[in-house]
C-alpha cells in the first residue's frame, strides 16, 4: 500500500468493541503534516516550563506518561485554543466502521504485518493494526454526515450492518 494512503485500524480492539457498541465507527483525521506543524506552530506557543513537560513526554513512555500527556494536551488545548486554532487547518476526516475493518482483516491478513510475526501468538507484546486505505475503504466525514441529514442516522446504521451472502470453505476434516 502507498504509505500516503495508509492508516492503521486496531482491529483487535474492534473484536471487543463491537460486543458493546455494534454500530461503532472510527473517525480518523488525515493529517499527514501534523507532526511538522505542531513542530512549527504549538512548540513556540510553550513557555520554559511547558517546553521542559513536552521534552518529558516525548523521550519516555508508558501508561502513566499517556496519562500526563493527555492532561498536558488538555491542559494546554485550553489554554492556547485560540493561537491553536488560528494556526491548524481543519484536518479531513474519514470514517471506516469496527465491522468493515474486522472484515478487512479475515479477508486480507496479509494487510496486518504482525500476524506475520514469529512471536505471533507467544503472547509478545504487539498491537495488530489493518492497514486501510484512506482512498479505497473509508468514506469522508461530509459524504456520511450529507447521508444523515438527506436520509437519517438509521441509513448509516443500515451501512454498518450491512450483510452479503458468500460461499466459504467451511471443512469438516
Request: contains cysteine; aromatic residues 10%.
Amino acid at each position: 500500500m502507498d504509505p500516503d494512503d495508509c492508516i492503521p485500524i486496531p482491529v483487535y480492539k474492534a473484536y471487543d468493541a463491537i460486543e458493546k457498541e455494534s454500530n461503532l465507527v472510527y473517525a480518523v483525521a488525515i493529517d499527514y503534516g501534523l507532526v511538522d506543524s505542531i513542530n512549527t506552530y504549538l512548540i513556540p506557543l510553550l513557555d520554559e516550563n511547558e517546553a521542559i513537560v513536552w521534552r518529558i513526554l516525548n523521550e519516555f513512555s508508558g501508561t502513566r506518561i499517556r496519562d500526563a500527556e493527555d492532561k498536558f494536551v488538555y491542559g494546554m488545548t485550553t489554554k492556547h485554543w485560540n493561537s491553536i486554532r488560528q494556526k491548524f487547518a481543519t484536518p479531513e476526516f474519514r470514517l471506516i466502521s469496527a465491522r468493515k475493518s474486522i472484515r478487512i482483516l479475515q479477508k486480507q491478513p496479509k494487510r496486518t504485518p504482525g500476524i506475520g510475526l514469529r512471536a505471533w501468538g507467544t503472547g509478545a507484546s504487539a498491537e495488530v493494526n489493518v492497514h486501510i486505505s484512506v482512498a479505497e475503504e473509508t468514506k469522508s466525514w461530509a459524504e456520511v454526515f450529507d447521508r444523515i441529514v438527506g436520509k437519517s442516522l438509521g441509513d448509516i446504521i443500515d451501512a454498518v450492518n450491512r450483510k452479503k451472502t458468500e460461499i466459504v470453505y467451511d471443512p469438516e476434516i
